[in-house]
């Protein structure tokens, strides 16, 4: 199955439950939002603002007009959110910087369309998201990958844990290691994994934009889920062996 | 002969059971055993168990830990805050793209960020 086309941006419609529901622009935490149902730090500020004091609102109008130096400084907001996206998605920095100057000059062309329905964050997130599905689509690596994850062989299918007991993950976990174990997942399974798990989509949304089941997106997610169990493991049985 | 075959097995239906039994570990519950647990895992960590799935959790402790792993991963996945930082070509590539197109206008150029 080969992934969607990926929705154009002017038409896009973020899916969101009561529990997940963007705020208005104007209430927004100034920390991390998660796109879907996920994290989202208690707000803090009234207003998002950018580096420059100006609100992020005004930013956006004014960039809407063609200003230079607002889009520029809605870019700086929003870059790390955006190039995290693109690195965690890809695994490849160089990729990840191609991607993200793509999402940006697709942002700078569009913005005009941007209506305020959903969180600016969240509308330029989705963008993203399509940016690096397109690219992986026409790069065609990942369509095989996720033919292989969404027709698993038996093989491929979860490993059961019948009778072995071991020490749980809880509190082992840093960073650091979680990073570097979603990094070494299939693609299949880490895109699956870094929408849901880590940017906060929801099955609906992730089955819409893959192109596949929402079936298939929850049996994908538990099959990365239960892979970075192993790879964590794993990494925790080296660093107790290197500690001896 | 399949049809005959087909009966055995029919008539055997605890063939199976049975041979799942032997290797599973003790303590496990006997309406419910891992094998039943964890193929309806991703259910359960979406939506919560049935009663029969959370007898089951309460008495082995295998399934309860591989629980608790997965819920520790995507509980951990949420608190991975966007740090990585983009080298500072990916926005020179913007702007010069930008002027090119003739968008952006080149004495809007600055380097503030």
Same mark, same amino acid.
């Given at each position: ?26 209430? $927004?935490?100034?920390?991390? #939002? ?37 889009? $520029? ?23 990840? #910087?191609?991607?993200?100057? #793509? ?25 993203? @998201? ?63 994994? @870094? ?50 | ?5 087909? @009966? ?14 032997? @290797? ?27 009663? $029969? ?41 913007? $702007? ?18």
């Amino acid at each position: 199955m080969a992934i969607r086309k990926p929705v154009p941006v002017e038409n896009l419609q973020v899916v969101q439950n009561a529990s997940s529901a963007a705020p208005q622009l104007a209430h $927004e935490s100034v920390g991390y #939002e998660s796109a879907g149902n996920a994290t989202t730090f208690p707000v803090t500020t009234p207003k998002k603002m950018l580096a420059s004091g100006m609100p992020e609102a005004e930013a956006i109008e004014r960039a809407q007009q063609g200003d230079g130096e607002c889009f $520029e400084s809605l870019y700086g907001m929003h870059k790390r959110r955006v190039y995290s996206l693109c690195l965690r998605m890809t695994g490849n920095t160089a990729e990840a #910087e191609d991607l993200t100057q #793509e999402a940006f000059l697709q942002l700078y062309r569009k913005i005009a369309t941007f209506r305020g329905e959903s969180a600016f964050s969240t509308w330029l997130h989705r963008l993203a @998201v399509n940016v690096v599905l397109m690219h992986l689509r026409k790069k065609g690596l990942p369509e095989v990958s996720l033919q292989e994850t969404l027709e698993p062989t038996e093989e491929d299918g979860p490993k059961k844990d019948i009778g072995a007991h071991d020490q749980v993950l809880a509190g082992s976990i840093d960073r650091v290691n979680l990073e570097r174990a979603v990094e070494s997942l299939p693609p299949g399974y880490r895109i699956i994994f @870094v929408l849901h798990d880590i940017e906060g989509y929801e099955h609906n949304e992730i089955a819409e934009m893959m192109g596949c089941s929402i079936g298939n997106s929850k049996s994908q997610l538990h099959k990365a889920r239960m892979k970075l169990r192993d790879l964590l493991k794993i990494t925790r049985a080296e660093r107790a062996g290197a500690r001896r | 002969m399949k049809t005959g075959q087909n @009966v055995i097995m029919a008539d055997q239906p605890n063939v199976s059971a049975a041979a799942t039994a032997a @290797v599973e570990p003790p303590g496990r519950n006997k309406q419910m055993n891992c094998a039943d647990f964890q193929h309806d895992l991703p259910l359960i960590i979406d939506s919560g168990g049935t009663q $029969e799935q959370d007898e089951h959790l309460q008495t082995c402790a295998v399934c309860r830990d591989l629980v608790s792993d997965l819920r520790y991963i995507a509980e951990q996945a949420k608190l991975l805050v966007p740090m990585h930082e983009p080298s500072p070509k990916v926005w020179d590539g913007i $702007e010069e793209k930008l002027k090119l197109e003739g968008l952006m206008k080149p004495a809007q150029a600055r380097r503030t960020l």
